[in-house]
């Protein structure tokens, strides 16, 4: 019984975690069409790009201890989010950030994550 809640809980989380970065590629792509100086080349580059990202919140996250969102600690949180989305054209191929859209992107990303809930399903048990 307990093998079979921990499989379930695997799996939940699992499907939590495709379903988060489908959504923060849909976002990506939305952003793209809003922001100038950001594009994506298409949804699978957004996939890749959400992957990257995450990935980099991540590492900066263990560095430094900080929360990389953009409204995680202020202006600190959004500058570093700024930077992550600037870096991940260097990671992604078919990502093209400047400076300036990588500040609007980050605003914008910041404003479509808190309307879409991107970590519904990563936090069900």
């Known amino acids: 019984m307990q093998e079979n ?8 989380s699992l499907i939590g975690l495709i379903v988060k970065f489908l959504v923060n590629a849909v976002i990506l792509v939305i ?3 809003l922001v100038p100086g950001f594009r994506v080349a ?3 580059t957004a996939i890749l790009a959400a ?7 991540y590492i900066i996250g263990l560095v430094f201890k900080l929360d990389a969102s953009p409204f995680g600690r202020g202006i600190v949180g959004f500058l570093i989010s700024a930077a ?5 054209q260097f990671i992604v ?3 093209a950030v400047t400076a ?3 500040i609007l992107a980050a605003l ?12 519904v399903f990563s936090q069900m048990s």
């Not at 809640?5 to 939940?12: A, I, T």
């Not at 992550?84 to 991940?88: A, E, Q, R, S, V």
């Open 93 to 95: 191929a078919g990502v």
């Open 31 to 33: 952003a793209s069409f």
């Open 108 to 119: 914008v990303i910041g404003i479509l994550d808190m309307i879409v809930p991107t970590d």
């Open 51 to 57: 992957i990257a990202i995450s990935l980099l919140d």
């Open 42 to 44: 298409g949804f699978g």
């Open 84 to 88: 992550i989305i600037y870096l991940t």
């Open 5 to 12: 809640k921990e499989k379930e809980k695997k799996d939940v």
């Open 100 to 102: 300036w859209g990588a």
